[in-house]
């Protein structure tokens, strides 16, 4: 019996990044912010709604791969509070945006395409306090003209319960870029000879880099195949997905509310204000997303 250690071994492989779908230049629609996107709980900053105001998510920026460790930061804090989640992106990446997507089904929540205004600081402004006197949250008002949800943030939007997009929102898609990396892998085996065989006691990975990489316009059939599933699985058309696939990454595809609603991508053609509205806290009952401000949360 001989044994023999150290042997490395090297391989080289494929490994994909399945997205950036929002990466490619936007063309006519402006490309929005491009900062990575940021949560928050926004109350209305309307006046006269006070001491029950709406208060709604705030998400808005590009959709990275950490982007669902922040969404469900927050949907985490409001324990079952629920609140429609209000969307303003370029787009991003799509695993993150199906895991997003998913979440936002799994809490029952509402989405709308939309923006924000805020009363004082930003959330995005990482010097940006918000007020204690004002029960500790970002103020703000919704607005629905120039809002965007395009790229790969429809299939965020998907998630909703209830989906809004009102006509003057641009809700759009186009075909996602995957980028391909090569990786070297180098192994170190371990094995041993037994009655001139060899048998493998081990393998450890020892060294890894990137030799190359390249990126594709196409979607391919596992992606075509994921995608649809999930549409189904929301409730939503497959078409979507056609509409993704004849629209060049350079372009987007503006969807009209008509043909959103065909495809089930909207459940409704109504504003963003629809669910951010203080009317929406004036009847009884008032919405979920209500909320009393007592003196001791001023305090």
Same mark, same amino acid.
């Given at each position: 019996?001989?044994?023999?250690?150290?042997?490395?071994?090297?391989?080289?492989?494929?490994?994909?990044?399945?997205?950036?779908?929002? &990466?490619?230049?936007?063309?006519?629609?402006?490309?929005?912010?491009?900062?990575?996107?940021?949560?928050?709980?926004?109350?209305?900053?309307?006046?006269?709604?006070?001491?029950?105001?709406?208060?709604?998510?705030?998400?808005?920026?590009?959709?990275?791969?950490?982007?669902?460790?922040?969404?469900?930061?927050?949907?985490?804090?409001?324990?079952?509070?629920?609140?429609?989640?209000?969307?303003?992106?370029?787009?991003?990446?799509?695993?993150?945006?199906l895991a997003m997507g998913r979440a936002i089904r799994a809490a029952k929540l509402d989405a709308a395409v939309g923006g924000t205004v805020?009363?004082?600081?930003?959330?995005?402004?990482?010097?940006?306090?918000?007020?204690?006197?004002?029960?500790?949250?970002?103020?703000?008002?919704?607005?629905?003209?120039?809002?965007?949800?395009?790229?790969?943030?429809?299939?965020m939007l998907a998630g909703g319960v209830r989906r809004l997009s009102g006509a003057w929102a641009h809700l759009g898609v186009h075909q996602?870029?995957?980028?391909?990396?090569?990786?070297?892998?180098?192994?170190?085996?371990?094995?041993?000879?037994?009655?001139?065989?060899?048998?493998?006691?081990?393998?450890?990975?020892?060294?890894?880099?990137?030799?190359?990489?390249?990126?594709?316009?196409?979607?391919?059939?596992?992606?075509?195949?994921?995608?649809?599933?999930?549409?189904?699985?929301?409730?939503?058309?497959?078409?979507?997905?056609?509409?993704?696939?004849?629209?060049?990454?350079?372009?987007?595809?503006?969807?009209?509310?008509?043909?959103? &609603?065909?495809?089930?991508?909207?459940?409704?053609?109504?504003?963003?204000?629809?669910?951010?509205?203080?009317?929406?806290?004036?009847?009884?009952?008032?919405?979920?997303?209500?909320r009393v401000l007592l003196a001791s949360d001023t305090e």
């Open positions: 019996m001989r044994c023999v250690w150290a042997v490395a071994a090297l391989f080289l492989g494929l490994a994909t990044a399945e997205g950036r779908a929002g &990466s490619p230049a936007v063309q006519g629609v402006g490309q929005g912010d491009m900062r990575p996107m940021v949560f928050s709980v926004v109350r209305s900053s309307r006046p006269g709604c006070e001491p029950t105001c709406p208060e709604w998510i705030y998400g808005e920026g590009e959709i990275n791969a950490d982007t669902p460790l922040k969404l469900n930061k927050v949907l985490k804090s409001l324990g079952a509070r629920k609140l429609p989640v209000v969307l303003n992106s370029p787009g991003g990446d799509v695993e993150a945006a805020f009363m004082g600081c930003d959330p995005r402004d990482p010097k940006c306090v918000p007020d204690k006197s004002k029960g500790g949250g970002y103020r703000g008002a919704p607005y629905t003209m120039g809002a965007m949800c395009n790229s790969a943030c429809p299939l996602i870029t995957t980028r391909f990396v090569k990786t070297q892998v180098q192994y170190r085996t371990t094995y041993r000879i037994e009655n001139g065989r060899k048998k493998i006691l081990g393998k450890k990975i020892v060294g890894r880099k990137n030799v190359g990489s390249y990126t594709t316009v196409e979607m391919g059939p596992l992606t075509e195949k994921k995608l649809r599933r999930y549409l189904e699985e929301m409730g939503v058309e497959a078409t979507v997905v056609d509409a993704m696939i004849s629209t060049p990454a350079s372009e987007i595809r503006r969807l009209g509310t008509d043909e959103a &609603s065909a495809m089930k991508l909207i459940t409704s053609k109504d504003p963003v204000e629809f669910v951010t509205s203080p009317d929406i806290c004036k009847v009884v009952p008032a919405a979920n997303n209500c």
